[in-house]
Every structure is written in C-alpha cells, then in structure tokens.
C-alpha cells in the first residue's frame, strides 16, 4: 500500500523551475509534520523543506528550510488535497539530487518515505 505518492521530477535546465507533489494517505497527513529530503550522488541524505502539521496551534503551517535552498524553494500543503508541495525555482546543478517526500522528519526509519522522484539541473 502506497502511502506516500511523489510526482513532478525530471530535468530542467539552470535558473528553471520544478513543483514536487506528494500525496499522502489521509491518516499520516493528517497527524504528521511533513517534509523533502534530498540525496546528492555520493552525499547523505539531508532535509531540505518541512511544514508543520500543528493540529490547531499557532505552530500549525510553520515552515523550514536548509540555507542552500532559501528564497529559491517554497514548501507548501494542501489539506483538502492531502497533498504536500515543494516549489523548485531559480534552480542550480548542486540542486541535483533524489528527492524524498518524508512525513515524520526524525529521518529514520521510524518515517514514512515515498519511493524518490529525480531531479536533475543540467544544460
């Protein structure tokens, strides 16, 4: 059973854009602080965005990003849509990874994982 669900990889040239999408069942979506993570050839993988679930508290739709990505990179969610966004402008060559939807942000296994969409930024 699939339950986190990743589209919108593919290859873009520098300075272009990209929008991730992930898809969630509506249990973890609903519960779980969500995120994207990326892998590098050869890197670790490392956290790129996260959007707070929060319920009802002023925490609720907090956001993160890693310094490499900020002002270029924007995570959102959708929760009529269980959907969970990551929008990819200005992007450069080192933004060249497998990109993770994640919902839990431990970066374990404990996590829920989808299968990975590649992204590459190529002339």
């Known amino acids: 059973q699939v339950q986190l669900a990743e589209s919108g990889g593919g290859l873009v040239h520098p300075g272009g854009s990209l929008r991730l999408s992930c898809v969630a069942s509506?249990?973890?979506?609903?519960?779980?602080?969500m995120g994207w993570y990326r892998q590098p050839p050869g890197k670790p993988r490392e956290l790129v965005a996260a959007i707070a679930f929060g319920g009802s508290t002023n925490y609720a739709g907090s956001t993160y990003y890693a310094d490499s990505v900020k002002g270029r990179f924007t995570i959102s969610r959708d929760n009529a849509k269980n959907t969970v966004y990551l929008q990819m402008n200005s992007l450069k060559p080192e933004d060249t990874a497998v990109y993770y939807c994640?919902?839990?942000?431990?970066?374990?296994?404990?996590?829920?994982w989808g299968q990975g969409t590649q992204v590459t930024v190529s002339s």
């Open positions: 509506g249990s973890i979506f609903s519960s779980n602080d």
């Open positions: 994640n919902a839990g942000l431990t970066g374990t296994i404990d996590d829920y």
